[in-house]
């Protein structure tokens, strides 16, 4: 059984600081729901009042259609896995598993038994009789997703689950985690700063800034529709050029800047501070001058990546720009001072405002 | 001792080291000692102290044992020396001090560790600290005057309405109990205070969010993780309890006899300080037993105390 959230013009003060601002958010039934920000943002405090750990000051939270206002943590159909973790260390694993379970009066074999196979779930069978402090930070992990299933929620809440574990085992729960929302089809809600995690695991992801909700949209959308400045440069690189909006036609804009006139792609040409963004991998190197959005310039700096390599370099007008070329061998691989064109097509860049600020 | 030789210098820290061993040879070895070693000789007149009749024996011990009276326990009359019984009473009470301090204590430290703001906490401890100002016997005695009969508790308890009939609280063990569970309430508060200060948070709150109500989060989550703490507590409670003097002597009553009063009599009264000597022995013997028992029993460690 999974529950959708809404979140309705939730807002939490502490003192005169707003942690988080007029969040408005539906997040359906059984979704993988990813939360994405710089540390500070906000998210663990949304958290917690899905969780009823802490009052919104305004607002309405509903799981499942119903009103949460006044229900106690315990009252609520969430799990909560915490950033920490926060295993009991003087408990076995099968008891720190069952313990919603005993809480709810279940008998003890039958607990012991559901222990192990949650256990088995979490591809940990046998470690039911051993104690936290025994177990490797992955399998600490486990431990703790599956004392979170254990209590049958209709919501998980997880707290940047996978930001003490190094970047193999990293990688390996990313798609563990997958596997057991889909198998379990509980509604999951992840919070992580990480926006490699979000982009990857998320059916939907929610990028956060300064308490604000700046966007909500599917992986591929964040990353190539970004809908603010804030939004393209915390999912990945950017050129990015300031200027001035020009003519506007079909969705596509001419963009007066110190380097050049370019042209790109416009959503909205309100908001302040309008910039171009273009993504690094769509900067194109070339010998000779672009079509259109083309500037001369002066390579500084090849740094090799491994699967890709990553060319700096600067304009003649004195802009810094970056291009990312495949390890593949199907383009020259510039050198440090070599003189060459870099171009952008104009459906691949965006003018877009500023992300919101706290209190807007 | 690295620490102190860099910091201090080496005239400084043998000082110190030699005062140290001054206070722990002669102040707390030597007259234990000596007090060991009489206690195993007679009481005599100083003309025969060395003479053919000083010589050691158990008989001092052997008092402890002696004057047998009927005694009612649990409906049975079984007979029982008059000061193994004080000394039973007096553990009885000092472990029933023991139990109400922990009662008093853990709401109060679990408040104080995880409900109180971290900015009034300096005020409460002070609140807390500020008795301990005044010297133990004008506490002892402010206590006596509160629980008179006509004493401002009773006219409070009668005024309110709660009581039609003035309770005599200087009976029996009533006021002992109370003057004790007062004096020694905060030696159970701060190592609790401890023990809970350093539990995470999350898991109390890991806990709630799994289902469990209040008492179960503590049972199962709080009092586990506080255990070493309350068995401090609870040792240095106890062991004070038994041994306090003043409180017994002053807000005792005709019928209460605590086992410490007994030694005084030896010592101060019949001027006997052999036998007081192998009374206190013994005493401090059986206290560490008792205490040691209850640790077995609640499968506490001795070095989970000392952390
Ligand atoms: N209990 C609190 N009292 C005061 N400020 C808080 C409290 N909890 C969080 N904050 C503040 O709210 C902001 C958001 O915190 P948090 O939700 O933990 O961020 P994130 O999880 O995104 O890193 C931070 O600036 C933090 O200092
Ligand atoms: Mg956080």
New interface residues.
Partial sequence: MSAGIDLDNVCCDFGSFRAVDHVNVSIKPGEFFSFLGPSGCGKTTILRMI?G?TDPSSGVIRIGDKDMKGQ????RP???I?Q?L???P??PIWENIS??L???GVGKTERRAKAEELLRLVDLPGAADKMVSQLSGGQKQRVAIA??L??EPSVMLLDEPLSALDLKLRQHMRAELRAIQKRTGVTFIYITHDQGEALAMSDRVGVMSQGKLQQVADPRDIYNNPSNGFVASFVGENNIFAGTVGAVADGMARFDTAHGTFRARVNTTSGKDLKLYVRPEHTIISSFPGAENSLPATVTDVAFEGNFISVHAVSDSGATLMAELRNDGSSAIPVTGEKLHMSFAAERASILPDGLTRGE | MDDLLRRYGPTLTGAFMLLTAFWLLMLVILPNITLFEASFRPYLPVVDVGGPKDFYSFNNYGKFFANSTDTDIFGMNIPLPIHVKIFFGTIYYSTLVTVITFVVAYPLAFYLAKVVSPKSLPTLFLLLFVPLWVSEVLRSFAWWIILALKGPLNAILLGTGILDQPVRWIMGYRAIIIGLVYTYVLFMVFPIYNAIQSL?T??I?????????WW?THL??IL??AKPGIASGSVMVFMLSAGSLLVPALLGSPTSLWFTQTIQQWMLESQDWNTGAAYSFLFLILCTCFVSLVMWVFKVQLTDIAK
């Fill in positions: 969780s750990f106690r943590p315990n009252q969430t799990a909560l915490f920490n926060a295993l009991f003087l408990m313990f919603g005993e809480v709810r004392r979170a254990a209590v | 995470d999350n898991q709150e890991a806990a709630q969010d799994l289902g469990s109500p179960r199962r989550v586990p993780h």
